[in-house]
C-alpha cells in the first residue's frame, strides 16, 4: 500500500476544520471534541487477492464525548484475556491497520459483559508481556516513581498520544522507560496506571484483573502523575498553556 504524506493529511485536515464541516456547540458545552479519523484504503477495479492499483485517501470528522463511560476521572477496569492475542511478531501490529483491533473484538465484548471496561492483552510469544489495551498503550507507575509503558518492539503502535505523554512527563523531570518490555507482574503491583490513545486521551486505570485474581491500583482512584499529565495534555490541547513543542496547528493561520 502506498503511504499517505504527512503534508496532504494536515492538508485535509485543516481543509475540513476551515469548512466548519460539523463544529457543534455540544462539542465545547460538554467537553467533547471533533475526532478526525484519516483512513487510506484499496479502491482499484479489482478482486484478486493482491495489493490494489489505486488508492483512496479520506478523513472522517465527527463529535464524540469521552471514549469510555464515566469520562477521564473515572478510573477503568482491565481484564487481561487468556484466549485471545492482538498481534504476532513479525506482523502488522505496529501499523494502524484495521486488521489490528479485529482479533480483540470477541473478547472485549466478553469483558465488557462481565462488567470491565477494556482488555489489556498480552505479548503472543511468552503470553506475559503487556502490549497494549485494546486500542490504547499502556502506562503504569512503579513504587520507585519509574514510569514505564511497553516499547515499540514491532507488535505495538507507536501512538502519538503515547508520544507526547512521554514527552510532558519527562519534561516535569519523572524517569519514563519506554523501550523494554514490561512484565504483566509488574503492571498487576503498579502503584497507579493509565492507558493513551486518540480516543481515550489519558484514562485512568483502577484495577487489573489477570489470572483469575483482581489487583487494585491506587485504591481504584485516579493517581497523582495520571491527573498531571492528563492536565498537561489538555491545556496545551485546549490551548490554556504555552505550546512549546509545537504540537498545535492553527487551520486558520496565513500559510494554509
Same mark, same amino acid.
Given at each position: 500500500?502506498?503511504?499517505?504524506?504527512?503534508?496532504?493529511?494536515?492538508?485535509?485536515?485543516?481543509?475540513?476544520?476551515?469548512a466548519?464541516?460539523y463544529? %457543534?456547540?455540544?462539542?465545547?458545552?460538554?467537553?467533547?471534541?471533533?475526532?478526525?479519523r484519516?483512513i487510506?484504503?484499496g479502491?482499484?477495479?479489482?478482486?484478486?487477492?493482491?495489493?490494489s %492499483?489505486?488508492?483512496?485517501?479520506?478523513?472522517?470528522?465527527?463529535?464524540?464525548?469521552?471514549?469510555?463511560?464515566?469520562?477521564?476521572?473515572t478510573?477503568?477496569s482491565?481484564?487481561?484475556?487468556?484466549?485471545?492475542?492482538?498481534?504476532?511478531?513479525k506482523?502488522?501490529?505496529?501499523?494502524?491497520?484495521?486488521?489490528?483491533?479485529?482479533?480483540?473484538?470477541?473478547?472485549q465484548?466478553?469483558?465488557?459483559?462481565?462488567?470491565?471496561?477494556?482488555?489489556?492483552?498480552?505479548?503472543a510469544?511468552?503470553?506475559?508481556?503487556?502490549?497494549e489495551?485494546?486500542?490504547?498503550?499502556?502506562?503504569?507507575?512503579?513504587?520507585?516513581?519509574?514510569?514505564?509503558? %511497553?516499547?515499540?518492539?514491532g507488535?505495538?503502535?507507536?501512538?502519538v498520544?503515547?508520544?507526547?505523554?512521554?514527552?510532558?512527563?519527562r519534561?516535569?523531570?519523572?524517569?519514563?522507560?519506554?523501550?523494554?518490555?514490561v512484565a504483566?507482574?509488574?503492571?498487576?503491583?503498579?502503584?497507579?496506571?493509565?492507558?493513551?490513545?486518540?480516543?481515550?486521551?489519558?484514562? %485512568?486505570?483502577?484495577?487489573?484483573?489477570?489470572?483469575g485474581n483482581?489487583?487494585?491500583?491506587?485504591?481504584?482512584?485516579?493517581g497523582d502523575?495520571?491527573?498531571?499529565?492528563?492536565?498537561?495534555?489538555l491545556?496545551?490541547?485546549m490551548?490554556?498553556?504555552?505550546?512549546?513543542?509545537?504540537?498545535?496547528?492553527?487551520?486558520?493561520?496565513p500559510?494554509h
Open positions: 500500500m502506498r503511504v499517505c504524506h504527512d503534508n496532504i493529511y494536515i492538508t485535509c485536515v485543516l481543509y475540513g476544520v476551515c466548519r464541516v463544529l %457543534p456547540r455540544l462539542i465545547y458545552m460538554y467537553r467533547g471534541a471533533l475526532y478526525l484519516p487510506l484504503f479502491s482499484g477495479a479489482q478482486l484478486g487477492v493482491s495489493p %492499483p489505486s488508492y483512496t485517501f479520506c478523513t472522517f470528522a465527527s463529535p464524540v464525548g469521552s471514549y469510555f463511560k464515566g469520562g477521564r476521572v478510573p477503568i482491565l481484564l487481561v484475556p487468556t484466549t485471545v492475542h492482538r498481534a504476532a511478531p506482523g502488522s501490529g505496529d501499523v494502524k491497520a484495521v486488521g489490528n483491533y479485529a482479533p480483540c473484538f470477541a473478547a465484548k466478553s469483558a465488557k459483559d462481565d462488567g470491565f471496561a477494556e482488555v489489556l492483552v498480552l505479548d510469544r511468552e503470553d506475559k508481556y503487556v502490549e489495551a485494546g486500542a490504547s498503550n499502556f502506562f503504569c507507575v512503579l513504587k520507585d516513581g519509574t514510569i514505564v509503558t %511497553p516499547g515499540l518492539l507488535s505495538i503502535l507507536p501512538g498520544t503515547r508520544d507526547s505523554v512521554i514527552t510532558l512527563l519534561d516535569r523531570g519523572y524517569n519514563v522507560v519506554a523501550n523494554k518490555k504483566i507482574t509488574t503492571a498487576c503491583s503498579a502503584v497507579e496506571a493509565f492507558c493513551t490513545g486518540t480516543g481515550a486521551s489519558v484514562t %485512568p486505570v483502577g484495577s487489573i484483573t489477570y489470572d483482581k489487583h487494585v491500583l491506587n485504591d481504584g482512584k485516579v502523575i495520571t491527573r498531571q499529565v492528563t492536565k498537561a495534555l491545556d496545551t490541547q490551548e490554556r498553556a504555552e505550546d512549546k513543542y509545537s504540537w498545535l496547528h492553527d487551520p486558520w493561520a500559510t
